[in-house]
């Protein structure tokens, strides 16, 4: 059975949704299992086409928005979402989203980016993230 | 002996809370024992009385806060310290604050909320954390 | 072997890095080996002389961070810089700056703090992560 690396993805902001990115590819590269669970500001950047204009950054770092931003594009960096679509190629990545939280802001998965696999409970997280190697909550 | 879930929680937001409150009631359900250790803000969010009035949310999206406050109260959905005294209820929560950050801001047991089991050092949190399945930062 | 302890350090705040390194001091005095991964605002905070004048503490709390930081320095509070040169004297802390955001950002290991052992990989941090006992994301 490959060892798994199990992400909470509760941020919306690009910097740690590109961290949370880079984290999965790596770990889909290695061989791992990648699991996330979006919650919150995480189903939030996952909304159909939202990827788009996000441009949004960590607030306690503001002021170094626009820096960071303008040297994703001059160096063409891949984005977040290209990220986790090459993870996907390459290994196996599953990503769910929070029952709560959709219900809470009335979302169904058909409102979200279809890279988006199921609507899944807590329980099933949990289920599966305390056979990881690697848990984290972004 | 149960497995564990150790979570450190840093942060004093609601939704942050929140999280954390859903991912403790989870783990209680599935017979996971609970281990959360509270430093910095999250200290502040378990001062008596504090959480009757605290609407602090994640301010890399203040613009959405009104709307998942006024959601959360239509659906009424329980609050965060609701969730915990139901997952204590239901299981092994186990709650202690960071001697450091109550030393800084001058805090004993007695100012927080009754739900908080004791105040200890971060090597018995580090301990039990790396016998842990399940480890956050949230 | 020595159990380890692995961080993914994405936040440049006082405050968060005042956790991690407390983190990093609890697990090095039980034994454990630390490895640090600096990405994003951790790198930024771990450039040469910027912890000297870092007083960003996480905006959520902005209010808060004025009372914090005078207390920190009323009680003669180490600093994270200190924690975390003090844990390397009594155990393992390895910390790694990531080779991508250092690219973004047009750094060279020598630009940052010499605490910093070297630039490595994604892939690199999760070997070791996953054989870690301990993974946190802060």
Redesign the interface.
Known sequence: MA?R??L?L????V??L??AS??A???A??G?EVDVFL???GI?AFRKDAYKTNR?V?????D?APV?LE??AA?K?PSWMENLLGARDIGAVHIAA?S?TM????LKLDDLESIVDEVT???T???R??????????
Request: contains cysteine.
């Open positions: 060892e690396m199990s909470v509760f941020s919306g902001t910097d740690k590109m961290a880079i984290l590819t790596g770990a590269a290695m791992m919650t919150t500001w939030e949004r960590s607030s306690d770092y503001a170094y960071m040297a994703m160096k960096a929070c709560m219900e809470l802001f009335n409970g807590v329980a997280f949990i289920e993230a305390r056979e990881s190697k690697i848990t984290l909550f972004i």
